[in-house]
């Protein structure tokens, strides 16, 4: 699965050859290239600003992606392989409350390390995945189907309450990715900032609702 997870990610990525020197400078320029797109969307960046963020020369960026766009897509994929590590505690012979909760958590961490991370995939969904649109009707789609399908055989076995697990899916996105994406309405109706402690408090909810929402806070009650 996990090499299933990597393809995902390396049919986003555009073709690199191996070495530590090259490996560091990429990861030097995704990190910052997360935060411009995250600040200024994909339109609004320049590879100027992308290589002054990076505090590389803009031709080391021309060198190692070629273009904005490619540089962009690299971003998106260095995120989805990030979000999709998290789902691979979902297995047939996983405990489903414990497999769902290390999901969760995965997520939450993720959202209050990387809430630039989320900003960028964002935005892009929200002009039509033109980046990665055909890895998400490929690849994306067919890795959470067969997550589905585990979850459609824990429900067979009684293991869980019936839930549509695609369905599931969309809302553990939506819960836990909207205290990046939307993090100054949060914050305004909170009247405080989402530090360590009000982020615990967050992910204690999500995690509550959707046990709860599947049968598995009640079948940790009775002890089953």
């Known amino acids: 699965m996990a090499a299933r997870r990597r393809a995902v990610v390396r049919s986003a990525a555009p073709d690199v050859k191996p070495g530590r020197i090259r490996q560091a400078q990429e990861s030097t320029i995704l990190e910052a290239a997360e935060k411009v797109f995250a600040r200024a969307g994909f339109a609004g960046a320049s590879?100027?600003?992308?290589?002054?963020?990076?505090?590389?020369?803009?031709?080391?960026?021309?060198?190692?992606?070629?273009?904005?766009?490619?540089?962009?897509?690299?971003?998106?994929?260095?995120?989805?392989?990030?979000?999709?590590?998290?789902?691979?505690?979902?297995?047939?012979?996983?405990?489903?409350?414990?497999?769902?909760?290390?999901y969760i958590h995965h997520k939450m961490r993720l959202t209050a390390e990387r809430p630039d991370a989320s900003r960028v995939f964002a935005n892009e969904l929200l002009h039509g995945a033109p980046q990665i649109g055909d890895i998400l009707r490929g690849e994306m789609r067919s890795l959470v189907r067969r997550k589905a399908r585990v979850i459609e055989g824990w429900i067979r076995a009684g293991r869980m309450a019936p839930v549509d697990p695609l369905h599931l899916f969309f809302s553990l996105w939506a819960m836990t990715q909207t205290y990046a994406d939307f993090e100054a309405q949060i914050t305004a109706v909170l009247g405080t900032q989402l530090g360590p402690r009000a982020m615990h408090r967050?992910?204690?909810?999500?995690?509550?609702?959707?046990?709860?929402a599947c049968g598995l806070l009640e079948q940790a009650e009775r002890g089953q």
Do not use: C
């Not at 100027?48 to 904005?68: I, Q, R, V």
């Not at 992910?203 to 709860?212: I, K, Y």
């Open 202 to 212: 967050a992910g204690s909810h999500v995690e509550s609702f959707v046990l709860r």
């Open 47 to 102: 590879m100027s600003e992308l290589a002054l963020a990076a505090g590389l020369p803009k031709s080391t960026l021309h060198y190692y992606f070629g273009t904005k766009e490619a540089l962009h897509r690299a971003v998106l994929a260095n995120i989805l392989e990030l979000w999709l590590e998290g789902i691979e505690a979902i297995q047939p012979d996983a405990e489903p409350r414990e497999a769902l909760t290390r």
